[in-house]
């Protein structure tokens, strides 16, 4: 007989029939479930050649390949046996979710309903069709880097939305996904910017700036991409991001500490291809790149301060100070108008440290 395939919960009945002619009494058999003998309290004797066991309340399979029950003479010999296979049908797929790559194709992923799994094996099956007037079609290319996905890779349709849904079947019954509706142009995701580059700007010790190149598979398409820069000390997990990059493929971080290694990377967001509404699908980071910021001169020329700079000197500062604050909260962005201001300032700042250092220096000789 097949294997049987049971529900949790369930009982079950197996007999045990002996050659008559093996002058072998049923009373002398006994049987074992993966290896374990069952108790006698759970035998009947139906006749001098038949041993039954039943089984109670049926746990689920421990493993996939099912649960051996066997049958054994006396001496310990196997007589018969069968696998049996005990888990549940089916919930239904939940979170259900596709993503395009570069419009080439269509890869959605999926997770069996309720506790996972339901120890006896399920098979899933992604169907889509074409919402108004396609023919209900079986995803093929069922990936295996990542359980529970699949692409669809042949005969994609821009400009009309698709129908998507999951099956999940086995031995015992079988459910549905929701059916999720989605325009491929509304999933697109693309590959990380490339050609990140992180260099110095000038001597201000205080900034870095980042230049990247758009994705090259999205070239010819009309979008217009939003970017996000994040950074992190050399020493640090901790990552800030600056949202507010745009479609520039170029950024100045400002606010750096001196002398410190920065490691940056950029990714990318083809929001709006041809005219999509949706918010788009954030691409992987690119590889993280790493910059160093200048020592500042004030810390290498010491930080011995002159007592003749008189109040007139502290008031000055002060007032820097302050427009240092504003300037510096407004040049968190990539805006060129607050940048070209901060630039101008620091210069400003650098030539009257440079100066002062040299007086201190004249003062010594």
Known sequence: ASDPVLRMGSNLTASCWVHSDLGVHASSLFWTLNGQQLPSSLYRVLSPTNLSVTLAGLNASRQTSGDNLVCHNHKGHILAGSCLYVGMPPEKPVNLTCWSRNTKDLT?????????ETNISTQYT?????????????CEDYTHSQPYSCSITR??????????????SNQLGQATSDVITLDILDVVTTDPPSGVTVSRVGQLEDQLSVRWEAPPALKDFLFQA?????YRLEDSQDWKVMDDVGNQTSCRLAGLRPGTVYFVQVRCNPVGIYGSRKAG?????SHPTAASTPHSERLMSGSCDSKSSGDSNSTLRRELKQFFGWVRKHAYGCSSMSMKLY????????????ARNQVLQGDKS
Do not use: N
Not at 126 to 138: A, I, P, S
Not at 155 to 167: G, K, M, N, S
């Open 226 to 230: 939003k970017y996000q820069i994040r």
């Open 155 to 168: 005969d994609l349709h821009l400009f009309t939305p698709y129908e998507i849904w999951v099956e999940a």
């Open 343 to 354: 630039d101008q300032w620091r210069v400003l700042m650098q030539k009257s440290h440079k």
């Open 108 to 116: 959605c992923s999926w997770a069996p309903g309720g506790k996972g």
């Open 126 to 138: 992604l169907k889509y069709k074409l919402r108004w007037y396609g023919k209900e079609k079986e």
């Open 281 to 285: 699908i954030w691409s992987e980071w």
